[in-house]
């Protein structure tokens, strides 16, 4: 388990507080994403629970979460949604589960900060049923040259230190493409705030063998 020191208190407040504005930048295409979900659905790195309001009711969510800070936000909401809920303390890279188990698998803004984002795919497919879907948004690197491409280069260490180990820098569209190659995603950058994680890839791909 990821210790429950200062830094770790730390981000699950700040995702606790930034919950309304990743509703509001995100809130509509999770309305169009999630549609896509079936019954029995895991959603890794769930974090205090932002995603818990798209879930259609009575779905049957499973959550691999290795935070317990995160995770003390994320109970006390799960009890406003009539979700079947299963909760797991642990790591996306070792899912406890059999193959072919998920009608579809969750992550967002999660593989930014997991230390293998390609065993964490791996996972993802085998534990996705043939013709499940995993949906994603998640913030990636920026294109060469740009303003935003030079900051990520400057605060690339501190802020992965700060936010335990979130890779601004990552190029997650193409790790996702590896393991679904048939994934489609639009590439969006918002004007937001935090300007190393302005670009975001949002979109879902299909288990297909
Ligand atoms: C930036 S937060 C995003 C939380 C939530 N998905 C959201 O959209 O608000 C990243 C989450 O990923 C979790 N996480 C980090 N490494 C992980 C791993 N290896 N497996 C699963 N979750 C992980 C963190 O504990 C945290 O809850």
Known sequence: MKSCGCKSRFNAFFM??????????????????????????????????TNLPYYRPHTNLTVVEPSRDMLNYFLEKAEKYPLNIHVVEGFAERLPFEDNSFDGVVSTLVLCSVSSPSQVLKEIKRVLKPGGV?????????????????LQ?????????????????????????????????????????FIPVNYHII???????
């Open 153 to 193: 280069n400057i605060v690339y260490p501190g802020w992965k230190w700060l936010f335990e180990g979130c890779d601004v820098k990552r190029d997650t569209g193409s790790i996702i493409s590896s393991f679904f190659p048939d994934a489609t995603y639009k590439k969006i950058r918002f004007n937001s705030p």
């Open 16 to 49: 606790k507080n930034l919950e309304w504005y990743l509703h509001h930048v995100y809130g509509n295409y999770k309305k169009s994403l999630f549609s896509k979900l079936g019954k029995d659905v895991l959603e890794i790195g769930a974090g205090t629970g």
């Open 203 to 209: 979109g879902y791909g299909t288990k297909r063998n």
């Open 134 to 150: 995993f949906i994603f948004i998640e913030h990636v690197k920026a294109p060469e040259n740009t303003l935003t491409a030079k």
